[in-house]
């Protein structure tokens, strides 16, 4: 009898529930293969093999590598750029983008559709388009090397407003009623109602956008050409060319550079997930 059943389990079986999990394990291993030979060798001794694996292996571990990277480079100047950067303009982008969202979806006044339909616009025009105008404004405003040059221009999020102003709209209108009849101020009922009630997008928006400003390289490298405002992304790159004969330095920079983002993701993933859940964000 228990040969039986267990037969008739394997034909209930569905060919898709056993491979996709399959694919799904072959992906995650595709994708953690590299970063695991990039930890790997960043623990490695200076200039050692690292071409075959089991020699590889069979090298001691050290973290002279970091301790050397810290000692004799501007790692953590470049960290500390980088993080200012995206944090000031990920929370002050995101509540410039919720100030207007919440105006496009509550206040009435003229010409609101057409602001919006300009802002709309804003993601049809490519970021490279928009290179030279602002840079030479950056220029004429002597901007250059400077954390206003390398932080204005990443605050105009017109995808966060509209994310935001789809969130806002379905908030009912009752709260805003209730709120005006007790005497509640425009900007009071902003940040006592509608914003709290988009905590989860907020966050979920300001991890994105976090991160996405933590690997921009484009705009810092034509801004902050000077080594003390370099960002990670534009210092590395630099960095390794010293190392043309070495690999295991170059590694050791790249774990060090992955470590921040990788520590907000890993504490805010949950709210990741509720905000792509609640806005639809693809």
Aim: glycine residues 4%.
């Amino acid at each position: 009898m228990m040969e039986v059943e267990k037969v008739r389990k394997m034909k209930n079986i569905k060919p898709g529930t056993v491979v996709i999990p399959v694919l799904i394990w072959i992906m995650i291993a595709i994708m953690l293969i590299p970063m695991v030979w990039m930890l790997l060798v960043s623990f490695k001794p200076y200039e050692s093999n690292v071409t075959d694996f089991m020699v590889m292996l069979t090298t001691k571990f050290t973290m002279e590598n970091f301790l050397k990277i810290l000692d004799t480079s501007r790692m953590g100047r470049w960290i500390f750029n980088s993080f200012l950067i995206a944090a000031v303009q990920s929370l002050v982008g995101i509540l410039l983008a919720s100030l207007a969202a919440f105006a496009l979806s509550v206040i009435e006044f003229k010409g609101k559709k057409v602001v919006f339909f300009i802002i709309l616009a804003g993601l049809m025009v490519p970021v490279e388009a928009l290179i030279m105008p602002l840079f030479s404004l950056i220029i004429s405003l002597d901007w250059m090397n400077t954390y206003a040059g390398l932080i204005m221009p990443g605050l105009a999020m017109p995808l966060a407003v509209i994310i935001f102003k789809q969130f806002y709209d379905g908030v009912p209108r009752e709260l805003i009623e209730a709120a005006n009849m007790d005497g509640a101020h425009i900007f009071w009922v902003w940040r006592k109602i509608f914003l709290p009630l988009s905590g989860n997008t907020t966050a979920a928006l300001m991890i994105f956008l976090f991160i996405q400003s933590w690997n921009n390289f484009l705009w810092p490298m034509l801004v902050g050409t000077d080594s003390s405002m370099m960002t990670l992304t534009v210092a590395l790159p630099v960095f390794q060319s010293t190392f043309s004969t070495d690999v295991t330095m170059p590694m050791t920079a790249n774990v060090i550079a992955s470590v921040p983002a990788l520590i907000v993701f890993l504490v805010f993933q949950k709210q990741i997930v509720k905000g792509i859940a609640m806005t639809g964000i693809k």
